[in-house]
């Protein structure tokens, strides 16, 4: 055909870049769309605005879970980009709603503020008896602030930023393209959204002082602060190497999660590395004999670890 794109017209303005084109005609498709496209299995719809895309898969009809991505993945171009938590949700088969990004602009855009909001008036999220929240970092953000859209649902979020609004947080350093956006727009401070929340799982590491001074702005009895001590900003990938994360979001989820079980499965940090890490990296110059101690405490575990692994092998 006349208007078929040439080879030559399809290469990149960077020899190692891929074009949009190359991308699908290359790299294995999305386990999603896999599900979705016309003859797959799967109900749903993918919608593509100009800086959000929303993916949306109908699965189990009374439980839906809300998730947003994290700054990480606003420059993911790959064509098997995924939404955040996508295979966890799927496989315990609850209906999702991702939404994607092309920006680190934390949401601050009013196509994603009206599509909610269209989504709302349209009643799209009365089907549902339970609706989840979730993400993490500038996700953590958007989930803990479009929860109130739909009052009572529980949200998830692992160090998350409250807002980025100078006036509120003028000791904000991080997130220069964040900060400059538009933050007199809806939905722009979660210290206000989580009060409309049922339950708000808030993950986070109480030493590292700028994660921590956001949290501490979300209150009321709603609020479950969970600390993930030495984690830095790396909340969920602590659980997921203790091999908690599962059994922690599941009782998130459900709204059955306390603080008694939660740190009971935090106890198996002591044989972690980033933990013992974090430990000395904070207390080395300040209390070197704990320090020292910790990392003793540290090799003893990990060697009982070792001996009832193999034990058990046995």
């Given at each position: 055909m006349a208007e078929d794109l040439s080879k030559e017209q399809l290469k990149p303005e960077h020899p190692d870049r891929k074009?949009?084109?190359?991308?699908?005609?290359?790299?294995?498709?999305?386990p999603w769309f896999v599900e979705l496209y016309p003859g797959g299995d799967g109900t749903g719809y993918f919608q593509k605005l100009e800086r959000h895309s929303i993916l949306f898969h109908q699965r189990y009809p009374k439980r839906l879970v809300v998730s947003f991505d994290n700054i990480a993945n606003a420059n993911d171009l790959s064509f098997a980009r995924e939404p955040w938590g996508w295979k966890f949700f799927?496989?315990?088969?609850?209906?999702?709603?991702?939404?994607?990004?092309?920006?680190?602009?934390w949401y601050r855009d009013p196509e994603i503020i009206s599509y909610f909001e269209n989504k709302v008036a349209e009643g799209f999220f009365d089907r549902f008896d339970q609706v989840v929240f979730a993400g993490a970092s500038m996700g953590g953000f958007g989930a803990l602030t479009f929860s109130a859209h739909v009052p009572g649902?529980?949200?998830?979020?692992?160090?998350?930023?409250?807002?980025?609004d100078e006036?509120?947080?003028?000791?904000?350093?991080?997130?220069?393209?964040?900060?400059?956006?538009?933050?007199?727009?809806?939905?722009?401070?979660a210290a206000q959204t989580v009060q409309t929340a049922g339950k708000a799982y808030v993950f986070y590491d109480p030493f590292f002082d700028l994660d921590r001074q956001q949290v501490q702005r979300l209150q009321g009895d709603n609020v479950m602060l969970l600390k993930t001590w030495f984690s830095n900003h790396f909340a969920a990938p602590m659980l997921r190497k203790l091999d908690i994360l599962k059994p922690v979001m599941l009782g998130a989820m459900d709204g059955s999660l306390d603080t008694v079980g939660y740190y009971k499965m935090m106890r198996a940090r002591r044989?972690?590395?980033?933990?013992?890490?974090?430990?000395?990296?904070?207390?080395?110059?300040?209390?070197?004999?704990?320090?020292?101690?910790?990392?003793?405490?540290?090799?003893?575990?990990?060697?009982?670890?070792?001996?009832?692994?193999?034990?058990?092998a046995s």
């Open positions: 074009t949009g084109y190359e991308r699908i005609l290359t790299d294995p498709a999305p799927r496989d315990e088969g609850w209906s999702h709603m991702g939404v994607f990004v092309r920006t680190k602009a649902a529980h949200v998830i979020a692992f160090n998350p930023q409250t807002t980025l006036r509120l947080v003028p000791w904000e350093t991080r997130y220069r393209f964040g900060r400059v956006q538009d933050w007199d727009l809806p939905m722009s401070d044989r972690l590395p980033m933990y013992i890490r974090g430990i000395e990296a904070i207390g080395a110059e300040r209390h070197p004999d704990l320090a020292a101690k910790a990392r003793q405490r540290f090799r003893r575990l990990r060697r009982q670890a070792m001996a009832e692994k193999e034990r058990d």
